[in-house]
């Protein structure tokens, strides 16, 4: 007999529960049967069961709402089962009538039969239509009495169902249908079902005993349609009422645009361990990188000191906070406790790729292959394998199977674009792009990578808004201000490029030395004094700031940068001279950037009539290695001047 794959494992689980759940289901109903005692066996569903007894196999709590779950067991077996093999549409007809969806039979079709066109308001009707007698009136809610657990599993099978037919709809990635505007065609009347139903409901005066379920659906179904306050509402409703669905935790995660939000939406949330959870995936999500959320996650590993949970946040606070070798520590020790665990698996890759450590993402990616190779995670970590090693086009074809598995997997569609930048392929490169964006909108990798691409497509008035969404993602991220502030270079606004680079400066020691006092107003003031910087900066950015002052024609402030950037090459003194011995720095030593200061400061020398000052500038410079024609050509002049000098 030949071994099963782990598809085929599954699909032959699903058919056994779906067989065993039909063959109960066609079971003769006792309540069919004549009552040997004469009574009426066709009560109410009240009378079903004692007032005070719950059916042992409900999860619920209201005597009500166990006889429902009771009475529909066989069938919520059966609509289980279709679930389970994907059939969704199946699932939702088991509950709901089938000609209840207006996508089941089109109105053109010869067996739908007469169809009740949906009436017209006009006149005086159409302007009292906001009345509440009328929205009474046109209110119809014809969904079956059922259990809540009953009814979200149907209408999650239509939203499931939706979701399918979107991703048939939308056909290859990247296609000519594939552009984003195909929507799920069930989100209305799914929605319209549910606002229906919780209307009841708050009419009823049953609000409380509501279990959560249905408010995180109607929640998904708000997001997709474009409501994320109405979302929210719903979606903190359903985390009251049933703090352990963490799928609603993550729901409402994702609709969090900032810091800020996450603080509006604090005091609402249930006092639970998993609200605790959520704050650290959150936080971690807006790429927060404060010490009090690793003091979080320290506290959190007490009590559970081998959560593999935990330590990934650990290991993305670290990715996000740029210290590669602690975070790919902390997944290398995942990998060895649990090899055949993918999750975040993609995140390990880009840890590796930015290390350049093929050797280990070369194992990484064998290992997740033999593991699953039809998880989107292997198919990112292939694709950054072969990124690794220029071969671009495979890398996209991975990436592009990652989507064909998860149209949502944000990772691919961004790792995607910088595929096709490096291809020089721009238009992908920007739909890409804009994928990840529409996906998550928080991804600053995503608007960074468009703002690159519309610099090479020498678009920067495009790319400055792109560069400005991205540094207000990531406004620690020294990377992000540098780019802005060459775009504003280039579009000939030197006042607000200084301005950028400086908050770039800021942003490096912060990232740097977060707990180091930040000591700054001399150093970016127009007073510049390089006397014994007190931390590093990263020459790089000080040069164009000395240039663009250069551009402004304030050549002493644009000296004074010149000079902080020759003192990179020592790097921070601990003390200052005076106060004891002097600690060994870590500066840059010589590099092109410095030598073109040393140059610079030459030139400004030979223009105030610092000869000495410029001898000895220039004599540093044939030392260097860098600039040494240029400086040898200015050492010839000045000797030449000063012998014309002696000899008058």
Known sequence: MSNFTKEQAISLRGQLLKAVAELALSLKDPADFDSPDGTDTDTTMQDGYPPDKIPIFSTSENPEESRLEAQEMGKYLLAKSFFDCREYDRCAAVFLPVNSSPTVISASSPESGPQTPTPVLKGKEKAASGSPEVKQ?????????LSQKSLFLA?????MAGEKQKDEDSEMIMGPMDTGAVVNKELVDIGRRLDDWFHERTLQ???????????????IILAKSNSPDDAKDYLVKSVNLNPFNWSAWLELRDLLSNVDALRT????LPLHLFAIFFHLDANVSLYQTSPSIHSNITELLIAFPTSAYLLTQRALLYYHSKDY??????FSSL????PHRLDSLDHYSNVLYVMHNRPKLAFLAHLATATDKFRPETCCVVGNYYSLTSEHEKAIMYFRRALTLDRNFLSAWTLMGHEYVELKNTHAAITSYRRAVDINPRDYRAWYGLGQTYEVLEMHHYALWYFQRAA???????????????CYEKIDRPVEAIKALKRALMAGMAFIEPSAPATTSSSFGSTVSSDFPTVFLDPEILYPIATLHETLHDLPAAAEWMDLVLAQEEGPLAHHPDEGPETEGTGTGVTITTSRARMWLARWAVAKGEVGRAMELAGE????GFEVEEAKALMRDLRARMEVAGGK
């Open 137 to 145: 009136r046109l209110r119809r809610n014809d969904l079956p009495r």
């Open 155 to 159: 209408l999650y099978a239509k939203y």
């Open 205 to 219: 005066g049953k609000e409380a005993q509501n279990q959560g379920w249905l408010e995180y659906l109607y929640g």
């Open 265 to 268: 939406l604090s005091p609402t």
């Open 325 to 330: 070798d602690e975070s790919e520590s902390i």
């Open 335 to 338: 990998i060895t406790a649990s």
């Open 472 to 486: 207000a993602l990531r406004p620690y991220d020294k990377q992000m201000w540098q780019a802005l502030g060459a």
């Open 621 to 624: 410079l044939c030392q260097d």
